[in-house]
């Protein structure tokens, strides 16, 4: 990922529309680590399955104490509906134009499909793991859960 936000870095803040309104990295990041998910459209095969395995490993982030979001340059509207029909748990935000995956980088497939890029960030903004793979969508949860779960052990580990 030539260019791109990499570990170690500090991750760009921004604000996006989502469906219960906007939503900014900083609000997040005050909550705890964030999963941040680009990913190519609303409803697409590859997209679904994505979306649907975070859904299905949701209560695992949410036990590490994660903040899981997907970005596309869908709509809130394509958002909404997307949400409704796989009863997806976790915020989707729009980013019209791909402005905020282009800050981080995140690079079309053959110049045209949407990047698919998951981004781990600690609570202090800082990147923990990138990965990308346009063609393994339901792996970019494990990745993430990984290293939610090193990362969880690590403080763990410091507090004793």
Avoid: N, W
Avoid at 76 to 99: I, K, M
């Amino acid at each position: 990922m030539s260019g791109a936000i990499a570990r170690g870095d500090l991750a760009p803040d921004f604000t996006l529309p989502g469906v219960d309104g906007p939503v900014s990295l900083a609000s997040l990041l005050a909550k705890g680590p964030v999963v941040l998910y680009f990913y190519p459209k609303d409803g697409t095969p590859g997209c679904t399955v994505e979306a649907c395995s975070f859904r299905d490993a949701y209560e695992s982030f949410v036990d590490i104490g994660a903040t899981v979001v997907g970005v596309s340059e869908d709509s809130v509207e394509s958002h909404r509906r997307f949400v409704s029909r796989y009863a997806l748990p976790f915020l989707l935000l729009a980013d019209a134009g791909g402005r905020v995956a282009q800050s981080y980088g995140v690079r079309k497939t053959l110049g045209l499909l949407a990047g698919r890029v998951t981004f781990v960030i600690g609570p202090d903004g800082v990147v923990l793991h990138a990965f990308e793979s346009q063609l393994r969508p339901g792996r970019h949860v494990v990745e993430a859960l990984e290293t939610l779960r090193a990362l969880a052990a690590g403080t763990r580990a410091a507090r004793a």
